[in-house]
């Protein structure tokens, strides 16, 4: 028996081949390819179709796409910045498919910016050693490519969607494959209030769950509601612990919240640099490629100079571009600093790391497949083992496209051989999972504000101790609301803090059990990275046997191993 957010009964059924939840780069391409091969795809997104993550990568999609520079290259600085945890034949794959993958896109109508050759332009980022990074419209790269799959998909009639739902919970039919799922449609006709489709497929795409924090670059809609399904419906979570917090981000203040304005790391790869209140580059000599150093580090770096001068803050100086390669190459951060009172051509902008990118997220195998059968994952809310313990700069776009391509892959040979059927499911049987207690809405303002102060940049023993506590204490009071016959009301503001309070207590949970520092991941009690330990991933479920605590495993080592339940063979 499965967990299930407290929710009305499903007041409306409709059914499809293929459900994709989430409408970024990694949601929509499998949605297109599906249809190629004949199947019915249902896209259902939180916001409007392009109100994801992808619309705000400025930097761009890395690939082997330069003179000289080649897959395995590539590969090597993935590795080098996953800190010993990426799965190397994960990471192979993303790298050898990336490169044709980036020119499918452009098939389908990205357009990338172009020398006056028309050769793609492509620039640099922290962690790389080549100028491998595409980009488009300068500092746009995620519009861009949002903008081309939005007009690809609402050009496909067979395509349905579904915009503003939010998704309750996976539907299982009786052999515990994914049938399915339950959502809350906010509008108003045939499809509004909770109700259900039935799909022979489940594909995730929800991004990540940046929202757990104070302050992220995420967009409000990023409330972890993936990984919270998953984890009540049975599927294994791995690495949650292992969050990116950017380095250069806005600075607006020390009471400033919710999605701040990023500062691409291109600007750094364009050859911006930090320095302190003095005018000091402190990254110089701090790593080999100094402010170009891998996240993790410049992070790290920022933060322990700001304790050093008892700032809030440092600063990227770009002051030597000038207002034309300002205005040229970073359009949307020139406009962003000055709509804040800050002008980069004759000034530093203030920064700080700010929660960025969740490395972890519902562990795959390289078709995308879950511990569920016939739930799949791609995209930020996945865990394919490219990442490792620190993503390196701009492979989070690839990733969606590639793992997104091997689903859709995956989802056609099901179908062509005849693997695919129609699953059976009773949704008001479903009803039966045990609900799990509402949050009210006020407490995702405390689960932000414990997060931000135990378990961000740095952590400690004591530090996720007291944040455990904190959100243990908001677990109980929900019980006693419900033991009180006052239970917080059903809607979205409830659903949301309740996911994120799941999604914050298993990155809690699995920080406290790893004992070591390593790539994002900075415990100032054991700072040493642990290799004879701690080379190994974390794995999270939920206990379904009995009150649904979490239940954290090391596995054995580094690899992401294919998941126990393949969809295969389970039809």
């Known amino acids: 028996m499965s967990y299930r957010l407290t929710a009305p009964a499903p007041g409306w059924t409709t059914t499809t081949d293929v459900v994709v939840v989430g409408s970024g780069v990694a949601g929509l391409t499998v949605a297109l390819n599906v249809r190629k091969a004949g199947l019915r795809a249902m896209v259902v997104t939180k916001a409007m179709l392009d109100d994801g993550s992808t619309r705000w990568a400025q930097g761009g999609i890395a ?278 009172g800050i002008d980069p051509v004759t000034e530093p902008i203030p920064v700080a790391p700010a929660a960025h990118y969740a490395s972890g997220g519902i562990r795959t195998d390289l078709h995308g497949r879950t511990t569920v059968p016939g739930l799949y ?34 989802l056609t040979a099901r179908h062509t051989a005849g693997e695919l059927t129609e699953r059976t499911v009773d949704v008001a049987a479903a009803r039966a999972d045990r609900p799990v207690p509402l949050l009210a809405p006020e407490a995702r303002a405390r689960v932000q504000h414990l997060m931000t102060t135990g378990a961000g940049v740095i952590r400690s023993a004591a530090s996720l101790a007291a944040t455990a506590q904190g959100l243990e204490q908001l677990a109980e009071d929900a019980h006693e609301r419900l033991a009180d016959e006052k239970p917080a009301d059903p809607r979205v503001e409830t659903w949301e803090a309740t996911n994120l309070h799941l999604v914050a207590s298993a990155l809690v949970a699995a920080g406290t059990l790893r004992e070591e520092t390593r790539g994002c991941h900075w415990r100032e009690d054991f700072p040493d990275r642990d290799d004879t330990h701690w080379q190994r991933h974390i794995a999270l479920t939920v206990d379904h046997q009995g009150r649904g605590e979490l239940r954290t495993r090391p596995t054995p080592d580094s690899r992401i191993a294919a998941p126990a339940a393949d969809p295969r063979g389970r039809d």
């Open 63 to 340: 690939a082997a796409l330069g003179d000289g520079d080649t897959p395995e290259q590539h590969l090597d600085d993935t590795l080098v910045a996953g800190a010993g945890l990426c799965d190397e034949d994960a990471v192979r794959t993303l790298v050898t498919e990336g490169p044709d993958a980036v020119r499918r896109l452009i098939a389908v109508g990205a357009a990338f910016d172009r020398d006056a050759d028309g050769g793609i332009l492509l620039t640099r980022e922290g962690g790389h050693h080549r100028r491998r990074i595409a980009h488009a419209g300068g500092d746009a790269t995620g519009a861009e490519i949002s903008r081309a799959l939005v007009a690809a998909v609402r050009s496909d009639p067979g395509i349905e969607l579904i915009e503003h739902a939010l998704v309750l919970d996976l539907l299982k039919d009786a052999d515990g494959h994914a049938a399915g799922i339950t959502l809350h449609v906010m509008g108003e006709g045939q499809r509004d209030g909770v109700g259900a489709i039935r799909a022979r497929a489940v594909v995730l795409a929800t991004g990540g769950m940046g929202q757990v924090f104070s302050a992220t670059t995420n967009p409000a809609v990023s409330t972890g509601d993936g990984v919270a399904l998953a984890l009540r419906a049975g599927a294994e979570v791995t690495d949650l612990e292992f969050v990116q917090f950017h380095p250069t981000v806005l600075f607006l203040g020390p009471d400033a919240e919710g999605q701040q304005p990023l500062v691409s790391e291109a600007v750094r790869g364009e050859g911006a640099y930090l320095i302190d209140r003095d005018g000091v580059r402190f990254m110089v000599g701090q790593h080999e490629l100094n402010e170009l150093a891998p996240r993790d580090i410049v992070a790290k770096a920022i933060t322990r100079r700001m304790q050093e001068h008892g700032t809030l803050h440092m600063y990227l100086d770009g002051r030597h571009f000038g207002a034309e390669m300002w205005a040229e190459r970073f359009p949307t951060i020139l406009a962003s600093c000055r709509a804040h």
């Open 377 to 410: 994952a791609c995209g930020e809310v996945a865990c394919t083992g490219v990442h490792g313990a620190n993503r390196l700069a701009s492979n989070s776009l690839l990733e969606g496209l590639v793992f997104a391509e091997r689903i859709a892959a995956d």
